[in-house]
Nanobody, 126 residues
Framework: WQLVESGGGLVQPGGPLTLSCTAL????????IAWFRQAPGRGREGVSS???????????YYVDSVKGRFTISRDMAKNMVWLQMNNLKPEDTALYYC?????????????????WGQGTQVTVSS
């Protein structure tokens, strides 16, 4: 299993950026997926997660600091999960990872994440 993130980059404060996550030669469709981030000198933080829902409608979670600014979504047919980030702030600067929650796992339990991507860097700076 290999998760691959893309879409990171340098953006000015207030700007948007959309991150993508997919799995190489594997289907994401059976798994809840989460986004984490880690800034230099800080611990890893769960940002958002999305479950498998009914295939079209999903339950989502956001950490308080990104509510109203970030939107997580997925497309089963495209085998993709996105994190749309708006009104970015310098404090959003971090390495962003997507991670797979094992079948039957709980998003709040870090041990239930069994595969992680390599991360994509997001830098918010003027």
């Amino acid at each position: 299993w290999q998760l691959v993130e893309s879409g990171g980059g340098l953006v000015q404060p207030g700007g948007p950026l959309t991150l993508s996550c997919t799995a190489l030669e594997k289907s994401l469709n059976f798994y809840a997926i989460a986004w984490f981030r880690q800034a230099p000198g800080r611990g890893r933080e769960g940002v958002s997660s999305i479950n498998t829902g009914d295939g079209k409608t999903f339950s989502t979670y956001y950490v308080d600091s990104v509510k109203g600014r970030f939107t997580i979504s997925r497309d089963m047919a495209k085998n993709m999960v996105w994190l749309q980030m708006n009104n970015l702030k310098p404090e959003d600067t971090a390495l962003y990872y997507c991670a797979r929650i094992r079948l039957g796992g709980v998003p709040t339990r870090i041990d239930d994440y069994d595969y992680w991507g390599q991360g994509t860097q997001v830098t918010v700076s003027s």
